[in-house]
């Protein structure tokens, strides 16, 4: 009899034991992760993505899973960001224009004529680093890293070197962008609002003249194809960010999730130097294949400079805090003193 009872016990315990270790398996196996990117098939982000999503699934026993959908097959940021809330997808890979949906202090960035240097941003950013990420945890998602598209520039099929010059033309503006919609307003410029995936169309149909985005994305996108000419200022540094959703993260086991992190940030880190070389190469390859460089003289900089401080001055809505720009201002003033603290 007590030995019938102790086999019980022993079956019961037995039992259990596997349904534990079933359900903590089943549990490493959940761990997919989907994210959208606008980015499309072939460049440097998605190898980057896949290289990334390979190291983890090596790493993790392929208990840890990311699976991307480039060239924007799931729609623009604004879907991007309807898809995260919901649940479609569980992060993705944003401008600073979608980031600052998230956070908002994020549109900071995105001040016209900020930065001059890339040594410059990549010193602001890491004084400003945990201050970011606290920001998106408080929203709601984990910064997986940073990554960037660089510096924009006005692009057209008519040249552009004044803010006259920018009055008489059809200006593409990006939806839901209070930033760009704040400056052409100060201007007196009826921008045209279409998603990335229309601004091909736009300028094959006249719709619009005038786009703006960092060379690599006129290659990729193929908007090079209906410019003419570059106006050769950098207007906006065009930072990027990894986000995922905070609640999918958490669901990574906690002996992945700085493996995760480390192997997103030294990746993108990687990719920024990529990307900062490929801007270059793209403005060869689109001089090669005809595109003109316009290059303004300072006079009409200087009124490009003045316009964009006016709509700076009163811009409204919700956008950044004035606490983080002088934050930022006084940072990227200690640094161009040589007071690298």
Do not use: C
């Amino acid at each position: 009899m007590a030995k019938e009872k102790a086999a019980k016990v022993l079956g019961i315990s037995l039992g259990v034991f596997l349904s534990l270790a079933q359900i903590a398996l089943g549990a490493e196996k959940t761990s997919l992760v989907k994210m959208s990117t606008l980015a499309p098939e072939g460049s440097s982000w998605v190898k980057t993505f896949n290289t990334i999503s390979t190291e983890v699934m090596k790493k993790t026993g392929n208990a840890v899973q990311f699976r991307v959908y480039p060239g924007g097959i799931l729609g623009d940021e604004t879907d991007m960001l309807r898809k995260l809330k919901i649940g479609q997808i569980q992060g993705a890979a944003l401008t600073s224009g979608g980031l600052s949906a998230i956070f908002k202090d994020m549109d900071v960035l995105q001040i016209p004529f900020l930065f001059q240097t890339y040594e410059e941003v990549d010193a602001v950013l890491k004084k400003m680093d945990s201050f970011f990420r606290k920001g998106f945890e408080d929203n709601g998602y984990v910064l997986l890293g940073w990554s960037e598209a660089g510096f924009v520039y006005l692009m057209s099929t008519i040249p552009i070197a004044s803010v006259a010059d920018l009055k008489k033309a059809k200006v593409w503006i990006w939806e839901n962008s209070p930033m760009s919609k704040a400056i052409f307003d100060e201007a007196g410029v009826k921008a045209i609002p279409l998603t990335i995936p229309d601004v091909l169309v736009g300028l094959q149909t006249g719709l619009v003249d005038v786009v703006y985005i960092p060379p690599t994305g006129a290659i990729s996108l193929q908007w090079f194809t209906k410019v003419n000419y570059l106006t050769d200022v950098p207007l906006i540094y065009l930072a990027g960010g990894v986000v995922v959703k905070k609640d999918t993260f958490k669901q990574i086991p906690q002996t992945y999730q700085n493996f995760v992190l480390e192997s997103f940030q030294q990746h993108l880190n990687q990719l920024k130097i990529i990307t900062r070389n490929e801007n270059r190469d793209a403005v060869k390859v689109m001089v090669k294949n005809g595109v003109k460089i316009v290059t303004p003289s300072k006079t009409q900089i200087d009124e490009y400079k003045r316009l964009s401080d006016r709509a700076m001055s009163h811009i409204s809505g919700p956008t950044f805090s004035r606490k983080v720009l002088e934050e930022i201002t006084s940072l990227l003033e200690s640094y161009r003193k040589g007071e690298k603290k």
